[in-house]
């Protein structure tokens, strides 16, 4: 990173759901392009974070003490199959979603972060693959990070 404050990056727990839930709150912001009237938005959040909570891993990265991005992973398991166990085969795989970055720390790697931190748990974790659905200003950050265009899934769009 270019200026001298160290960012860290970290797993959250259950006491970040309200800096998770400012960072998301931010991003949509960002995106209207205007604040948000949505007095329900921070219990809702609650809610769905504690319902997710065992199957989502979320990464907070901050900045002199500031959050100030964040990404998550959801966790899929497949269905056992014989030989599984047996052979090693890994049974999980994540999917990545939600990864953002405050405008006013971006181009200095943080997304990078958090992307080798998501990584670098499904590694230890031995899952089978990492994806992610991204938008067209984030291609080049996860194509520099290793993803490549995934040519063996099918997706029927609804709705």
């Known amino acids: 990173m270019p200026d001298s404050s160290p960012a860290r990056v970290r797993v959250a ?3 970040d759901r309200a800096a998770v839930a400012g960072l998301s709150r931010a ?3 960002e995106k209207a ?3 948000i009237d949505d007095p329900d938005f921070d219990s809702v959040f ?3 974070a504690e319902r997710e909570e065992s199957r989502r891993v979320t990464w907070l990265v901050d900045v002199d003490g500031a959050d100030v ?3 998550n992973m ?3 398991e497949r269905m056992p199959r014989p030989g599984d166990v047996a052979s090693g085969r890994p049974t999980r795989w994540g999917y990545v979603a939600n990864v953002y970055v405050d405008a ?3 181009d200095r790697g943080l997304g990078r972060l ?3 931190a998501a990584a670098s748990y499904a590694e230890r974790e031995r899952f089978a693959r990492i994806v992610l659905s991204p938008s067209e200003r984030s291609v080049p950050l996860y194509t520099r990070a290793g993803f490549v265009p995934a040519t063996s899934l099918l997706v029927k769009p609804l709705g």
């Open 104 to 106: 006013g720390h971006r």
């Open 114 to 116: 958090l992307l080798d």
């Open 33 to 35: 392009g205007q604040v």
């Open 13 to 15: 727990a259950s006491a």
């Open 69 to 71: 991005g964040m990404l």
């Open 27 to 29: 991003w949509a912001e």
């Open 74 to 76: 959801l966790v899929f």
């Open 46 to 48: 609650a809610g769905w």
